[in-house]
């Protein structure tokens, strides 16, 4: 007769054994089908200098942040944010992006240091390196000009993050 501590110890190893394979088929169904659509964690420490987290932003509530909107026409039709149009722009590189700076101008050099600019596009595209750029160029605007991690996917999937 084995001891009863003995048989439960082989009942928890066998129970461990028989566990490992759903847990791995749990995990790649996760990571091959779920896990694409999920907005990876931003830290705003690991961004290179210029670039904001969304959450960076929530906590900059007192804050007035403008946004700039670099999406392409077609994307900014489909999918815009109602925003009171003081805070929004649209800027998009081309022939008439210094008339849409121009525009903007105004507003942007109303705020101060402590607020900020904000500029975003879709995902993987790189118009909003180029309008930030632009912007910090002028050397007139007070606050930072930053891009935001993310750009309009991060909008869409906070929406706290814009009032």
């Not at 129970?15 to 490992?20: D, T």
């Not at 394979?21 to 990876?40: Q, T």
């Not at 420490?45 to 392409?72: F, H, N, Q, Y």
Request: aromatic fraction near 8%; charge should be negative; hydrophobic fraction near 45%.
């Amino acid at each position: 007769m084995q001891p009863v501590g003995r048989d439960l110890m082989r009942q928890f190893v066998w129970l461990g054994i028989a566990m490992v394979p759903p847990a791995l088929i749990f995990y790649w169904v996760d990571s091959a089908f779920f896990a694409p659509g999920r907005m990876p964690v931003c830290v705003q420490e690991k961004l290179p200098e210029g670039r904001v987290c969304p959450d960076t932003l929530l906590a900059m509530r007192d804050s007035v942040i403008v946004w700039i909107d670099a999406r392409s026409e077609s994307d900014f039709e489909v999918r815009h944010m109602e925003l009171p149009e003081n805070n929004m722009f649209p800027i998009r590189p081309g022939e008439l992006m210094q008339d849409q700076m121009d525009t903007a101008m105004s507003r942007l050099t109303e705020i101060g240091p402590n607020d900020a600019v904000v500029v975003f596009c879709t995902g993987g595209c790189s118009t909003a390196e180029e309008v930030a750029a632009a912007l910090r160029e002028t050397g007139i605007i007070e606050a930072p000009v930053y891009v935001l991690e993310g750009g309009w996917d991060a909008i869409k999937d906070n929406k706290n993050l814009v009032p």
